[in-house]
């Protein structure tokens, strides 16, 4: 079965810290990439995606993530987070043959101030 | 622009209980998503129509959990009876285009909180 894979599942950093967050998928065909975060008490809300072409996107609040096609990977990353980025985030891959959303089990970013 | 409505949001019912949860999508999203999130694992596809029929159901457990969508806009899922490990939340997401679309992209609901003990 295809899989999403984020290894990092609890990170803590301290304020102004750099942030790299990990994905991987095993499905190679084609596909559109996505992160989520959820905040406290709050819904999973879109960051950013990758549909195609340049495979450096930018999202909001200052994320951005990095598609390497021959690493099957999606990470995230941000240079200098907040106390507000406490989060958890998910990444989620939608494959072009079935069209399914596969999401990984989530990384719980805790930024203490 | 509203987002997708769900409720209730919290439901504590007992085993072999019945219950039904509710989702509005965005208005004009074609189509509509309902996951299971159990504690510490992400969302995991249940259901899936387009409009008002089904895409994808392969992952629903039928023998207890059923969902319809209809008129192509509001649905409901329910679960009888409920059993220990559907503890979890539920989430309903919705998208202006269709999955084939290549630019699809999926919007979420608050979620259900289920608890079953």
């Known amino acids: 079965a295809q899989s999403v894979s984020q290894h990092n599942h609890h990170v803590i950093l301290s304020e102004a810290a750099s942030l790299e967050l990990g994905c991987n998928y095993s499905?190679?065909?084609?596909?559109?990439l996505f992160w989520y975060v959820q905040y406290p008490g709050q819904h999973l809300q879109l960051l950013l995606k990758?549909?195609?072409?340049?495979?450096l996107v930018k999202g909001i609040k200052g994320f951005e993530a990095e598609f390497i096609k021959s690493k099957f990977s999606f990470n995230l990353r941000k240079p200098s987070v907040q106390w507000s980025d406490t989060a958890e985030y998910f990444c989620?891959?939608?494959?072009?043959?079935?069209?399914?959303?596969?999401f990984g089990t989530g990384t719980r970013l805790k930024v203490l101030a | 622009e509203a987002g997708v409505a769900q409720s209730p949001r919290y439901k504590i019912i007992e085993k072999r209980q019945s219950v039904a949860f509710w989702c509005n999508p965005i208005?004009?999203?074609?189509?509509l998503y309902w996951y299971q999130q159990i504690l510490g694992q992400g969302p995991k596809l249940l259901i899936q129509?387009?409009?008002?029929?089904?895409?994808?159901d392969s992952q629903l457990p039928k023998d207890r959990f059923s969902a319809e969508r209809l008129k192509g806009v509001d649905s409901t899922l329910k679960i009888q009876p409920a059993k220990l490990e559907d503890s979890a939340v539920y989430l309903c997401?919705?998208?202006?285009?269709?999955?084939?679309?290549?630019?699809?992209?999926?919007?979420f609901g608050p979620g259900t909180r289920l608890t079953v003990l």
């Open positions: 989620a891959v939608k494959e072009g043959g079935t069209y399914k959303y596969i």
């Open positions: 499905y190679g065909g084609t596909v559109n």
């Open positions: 997401a919705s998208s202006l285009d269709l999955p084939t679309t290549r630019t699809d992209t999926q919007y």
């Open positions: 129509f387009q409009n008002n029929g089904v895409v994808d």
């Open positions: 208005s004009g999203h074609a189509t």
């Open positions: 990758y549909f195609s072409g340049d495979p």
